[in-house]
């Protein structure tokens, strides 16, 4: 759906994306993992053309976007950033409204898409339509930017950092809901964070950038895995590297089958379903034991977690 | 409107002041107290609606047109990459030492006595604080909304007018009450180049060493400055 | 070793810091400077007036001898201070060019009028055209904007477009040519040789009379300013008389000011021993320091206030007393903010003088009215240049001042 096709972009001297060819595959939620300066926000910018790039052609369900005027290109894009930018002195239901509102929707079509979309991201409409900005949390703020961004139904949406200026706890709540809409609404949605876990947590690929180069790219356990490429690794760190290749991978897939000769599971702590190895590393952390048993009979212990690592 | 109980006060001082514009020239004992040997203290050379009138129109028209140059030009000043920037706060320095009558004589010589070198002056002084504001406004704007304007596809124009605009108005307006102030202070000094205004009579009383016509001009332009000022704060809330 | 050294000077070369980006200030600077070179060539330099009567009609500049020189000489200026302000440690050179175009500017207008005039009837009166007008005013805003350029790098209350450097070489250089006697052709030199004393006594007297209102305002506004420190109400009170006097027009306040001070004057003979009266310098020093109450006291607050909590914190835990710290903390670190309030006073005290002459105090505005009432072109600039030179001077050298203090304040 989106391709880069060797893009380049230098400010002065320096590149800060440099000849980074990607392609995000139709409705993938595809995560820009970097730490700053990594040019990962440039780069999802020059999607929409909010940056032009001085090399390469970036390519938009195979059209190049450079042959599309910037203003109707974006009407097609969502576009989410981390101050969120909501317009002060508009209510909310006119903030959603602006792009379909450009677009010359009839005012019927926009209230009920206002309202369908404040359900979406959680907030009720008779609340929530009429409040100005202000008078919104970060969290409420967020949700509805993201509601703005996906107002008039683009295809893609692209999202730089926007929870990281959230509480944990919110931007937990944010990245859910996330991927509930993303899996309802099965739009392409190219994500930029620094934020390891939160990648982790979203991500169907996983692109890693360091100084406007891509390093790697592909399924998150593709690019955690124990043989990575030794710059990606010292990126991460080792150890850090070893602990988010645990969540990636299951805990089904590492735990000893039900077995008649452990009378003791029945006081074993449980691990919730579809439950990965780093939470049932947690878990045993927290408990105190060395093994775990899984919904069904199965068991994990430590040394299986050792193991699969 | 909103606000008839606090207009109130304002309204009740504009009615005291044209009240004593219509009474000044019955008050011949009042004028002369202070000034025993002038022969004439009342002022009765032009009536002083006629003055209030002009000088209103000689203040209110160069703001408007001073509005249109100080709002158009900070528009410009802050589009690009602020590249008008350092001309407008050279011209701010340098304005700042041209006092307005030295800006209205200087006018003199190219366009005679009269309204137009005052006129000249003051829409030139004016368009000076309706800039600042324009210009201060449209900084303040915080720069995420602008990127989530662009981004959802608004033109430059649009962002301009449905945006930058509505977000800088009360800055902007602050620029503009300044700017009215100052076109009325201003346009009294004009009466020394002949302008015809609420300053005439403090003019001709110095010339001819009558204190009660000073003192007469002086009151109501005066009282005139403080009236508009304090009807531009209520309209600033 | 030295097969190694093209390797490595070519690796050199090529990671170089790349060229500086060319400041902002550079556009309207070059443009300004461009400006100013070509008006006097296409507005006209100098007109000719064959007597007093006559209005004066434009004339072309004898480019020939010193004149061409000086016109190239302006011109090669104008283009060094394009040039000079493509680059921002340049701009203060560019400022100095500016300067120096200016005085190229004066010096061809003098020889040329010279040189036109020679021959003519003793009555001709040459006088500057639109042109040299007009680039003048080029010139002193080109300066101007690198100013800006210079100042924008640091920020705070210095931050500023007073051409300093500019007036730093103009206004010496233009006292130099008019003692040379290059600027006599100009009528407005002769009009200012026959009034010579007048206009020196003017001058003199205008400077009193600013000095003497900041004075007086200073008299009321240090106290007051200090009292309010830490007195809310007293300073919501004095900061609404302040703004409210900055409303009244200056020329109602000084009309409304002569008749207590005759009726003072009246009543206590003694006080016209002193030269307070209804009319003279009385009413103009107290209503031009009713202005000057808002800027000093605003800037007398502001830096009072410059210091951070948490140093007056420390200062008070060490037992320093509030005349202590005054002295040793506020004072020094405040010292930026209140020479701008210092500076923006003196300024419009300078200006608020010209109206002086109004009430019969004298000063440069006295020549301004002479002018208007003739209708006289060369004593209205007699009278308005001097004023708006005094005003600019003030504001560079006090600024000047105010950028000297304020890191000193920062680096505490």
Known sequence: MIRFDRVTKRYGHRAVVDSVSLEVRKGGLCVLLGESGSGKSTLMRMVNRMVEPDAGRVMLDGTDIANVPPESLRHGIGYVIQSVGLFPHWRVADNIATVPRLLGWDAARVASRVDALLQLVGLPPEDFRARYPHELSGGQAQRIGLARALAADPPVLLMDEPFSALDPGIRRGLQVALRRIHAETAKTILFVTHDVEEALLLADELAVMQDGRLLAHGRPAEVLRRDADPVVKRLFGEATLAFHRLGTLRAANAARPASATQPAEAQLPILPPDSNLKQALMLMLESGTDQVALPGGATLHLSDILAAA | ?237 | MAQARPATLARDLATRAPPPPVPREATAAALLAALAASLPFLLGWLSIAANRLVSPRPVSLPLHGGTGLGAACFVLGCLGVALLARRRSLLPWAEVTAGLALLALLATLGLGAGAALDGGARLARAAPGAGFWLAALSLLLSAGCCAAGRDAAREGEAAGATPTRFLAVAVPGIVLLVASGVLDPLSLMREAASRGPELQAALWRHALLAAGALALAGLVAVPLSLLALRRPRLEAALMALANGLQVVPSIALFGLLMAPLAGLAAVWPALRGWGIGGIGAAPAVIGISAYLLLPLAAGLLSGLRQAPADILDAARGQGMGEGAILRHIRLPLGAGAMLGGLRTAAVQAVGLATLAALVGAGGLGAIVFQGIGQLAADLILLGVLPVVGLSLCIDAALAAAQAALAPAGRRG
């Not at chain 2, 606000?3 to 004028?31: I, N, S, Y």
């Not at chain 2, 309706?130 to 304007?149: M, W, Y």
């Open chain 2, 1 to 237: 409107m909103r606000l008839p109980h606090r207009a109130v006060p304002l309204l009740a001082q504009a009615a005291a002041f044209l009240l004593a514009l219509w009474a000044a020239p019955h008050l011949g004992a009042l004028w002369g107290a202070p000034f025993p040997d002038v022969q004439r203290p009342v002022w009765d050379q032009r009536g002083w609606f006629a003055l209030l009138g002009a000088h209103l129109m000689l203040s209110v028209g160069a703001v408007v047109i001073a509005a249109a140059l100080g709002l158009g030009g900070g528009i410009l000043a802050t589009r690009g990459q602020g590249r008008l920037r350092p001309l407008l706060d050279a011209l701010f320095a340098l304005a700042q030492s041209v006092p307005p009558i030295a800006a209205i004589a200087l006018a003199l010589p190219l366009l005679g006595f009269g309204a137009a070198p005052t006129m000249l002056a003051l829409v030139l002084y004016a368009c000076l604080p309706v800039l600042r504001g324009t210009v201060a406004g449209l900084d303040g704007v915080a720069p995420a909304v602008l990127d989530a304007a662009r981004g959802t596809g608004m033109g430059a124009a649009r962002v301009l007018w449905q945006v930058e605009l509505p977000l800088a108005a009360p800055v902007i307006l602050s620029g503009l009450r300044v700017a009215v102030v100052l076109s009325i202070a201003t346009a009294a000094v004009g009466a020394m180049a002949g302008a015809e205004c609420l300053g005439t009579p403090i003019v001709v009383g110095l010339a001819n060493n009558n204190g009660a016509y000073v003192l007469q001009g002086g009151l109501f332009t005066a009282w005139l400055a403080l009236l508009a000022d304090r009807a531009l704060a209520l309209l600033a809330r």
